[in-house]
């Protein structure tokens, strides 16, 4: 098990970084919600997609046709959805999607990279959708990811079910082996009370 394979081809990938750092910030920026120049704004969200982008090299286990178990790589998005709410969270999931995209491509069709990039990571800021629990936000956003996911399985890796098996339950199982144990992870750090506090604090600071 290698737990820290691909740590070090971070630094080759900054550039990368740098450029969805941009995208990011001409999203922000150019929202019609977001009339003024929101300089801490932006900085929370491009300091948790470097932290969940360094942490997604972190694989405690990788399956074959793709997803890993991370230690806790979701987590920094999971906050920044809690403290700015669901559309935000939105857009830095699915720039973290992007980002995702570069670091390790899998393309069958088009489509299927939308659906399990910017769209199955955009949906972790539906944790933006419960502002008072951020467990229930994380069940929340990974319930939105996983829905991707499975659709994507289901028309695109389909034929990688065994046979006479359910193409839906097969993408459903394949894709809970890897999402369900990052899942609990990052639900059971939210639980820590030191952990909760912290984050509570840093949402009142900047809401």
């Given at each position: 098990?290698?737990?820290?394979e ?61 997803g ?103 993408s ?29 604090r ?6």
């Amino acid at each position: 098990m290698q737990i820290f394979e691909g740590l070090f081809k971070i630094k080759p990938l900054l550039w990368a970084l740098l450029g969805a750092m941009v995208l990011l910030a001409v999203f922000l920026i150019k929202s019609p919600e977001n009339k003024k120049f929101n300089t801490k704004k932006i900085t929370m969200a491009s300091l948790c997609i470097a932290l969940s982008f360094v942490l997604s090299y972190i694989k405690i286990f990788k399956l074959p046709q793709g997803g890993s178990i991370t230690l806790g790589s979701l987590m920094p998005l999971f906050i920044f959805a809690y403290i700015y709410g669901a559309r935000d969270g939105i857009m830095a999931g699915a720039v973290y999607g992007i980002m995702q995209f570069i670091q390790e491509p899998y393309i069958v069709h088009w489509s299927q990279v939308m659906i399990d990039y910017p769209l199955a990571f955009g949906a972790l800021g539906l944790a933006g959708l419960s502002k008072k629990s951020l467990p229930l936000g994380i069940l929340l956003g990974g319930t939105g990811r996983l829905f991707f996911h499975v659709i994507s399985g289901v028309v695109f890796f389909g034929s990688y079910a065994p046979e006479g098996q359910n193409v839906l339950i097969y993408s459903l199982v394949y894709n809970l082996t890897y999402l369900l144990p990052d899942l609990l992870l990052c639900v059971v750090i939210a639980f820590i009370t030191q952990f909760k506090n912290a984050i509570n604090r840093l949402k009142t600071q900047n809401v």
